[in-house]
């Protein structure tokens, strides 16, 4: 099995990464977020690799950090989600995106990629619930929030301070992180209008 490459990149394509590695050259399908990171033609690489092997075909997946990688383990275990669409959604959505979709069972944000409709949208929330991968970009407390939120246990005033974010314009995760954040400063008894006030500034910083 191949779990990571260091080469030299040798062309860059639509959907995948032609790297160079000591001569042999390896093709690695990426999602769009990966294949934008990567260096120019002729400078080094690093990819965590996924591989998969079918009765007619070896293929390569390649991701830019392990977070990556894992997302796209857990989103392939998902039944109606192949390669192709879990490298949609990791295009679409950063892993602490989807971390806070899934958390907060966003299936309109993880309907944002191409290939995902809404009926796959609610299977992935659904099966992926609980299984945010530990470690990840996304802090527990802000995490715990937007879980609160999702299962719609969260207290009045934290529901309705992200609820007047989110009208302002903000998405739900942008919201829930910003009111997790003041709460963790000011404590768990902060009042409604000061949670949107600091919320605001939190956004705006």
Avoid: H
Wanted: proline fraction near 2%; glycine fraction near 12%.
């Amino acid at each position: 099995m191949i779990g990571k490459l260091k080469g030299i990149v040798e062309s860059l394509n639509d959907d995948s990464v032609l790297l160079d590695v000591q001569g042999v050259c390896y093709q690695a399908f990426c999602s769009t977020r990966t294949l934008q990171n990567l260096p120019r033609v002729g400078e080094g690489a690093v990819l965590f690799i996924e591989m998969m092997v079918r009765e007619d075909f070896i293929r390569l997946y390649g991701f830019g950090s392990l977070g990556e990688k894992v997302w796209f383990e857990l989103l392939t275990s998902v039944q109606g989600v192949g390669a192709r669409v879990a490298l949609a959604i990791l295009s679409a959505l950063a892993p602490a995106e989807i971390s806070s979709a899934i958390a907060l069972q966003d299936k309109a944000m993880v309907g944002r990629a191409n290939g995902v409709g809404p009926k796959l949208a609610v299977r992935i929330i659904t099966e992926l619930k609980g299984k945010v991968p530990a470690g990840g970009a996304v802090d527990a407390g802000v995490l715990g929030l937007q879980s609160a939120l999702g299962e719609g246990v969260a207290s009045g005033t934290v529901a309705d301070a992200v609820s007047a974010l989110t009208n302002l314009g903000y998405s739900s995760a942008q919201a829930s992180s910003a009111v997790a954040r003041v709460m963790a400063r000011e404590g768990e008894d902060t009042p409604t209008e000061k949670l949107i006030r600091l919320g605001l500034r939190e956004l705006s910083s």
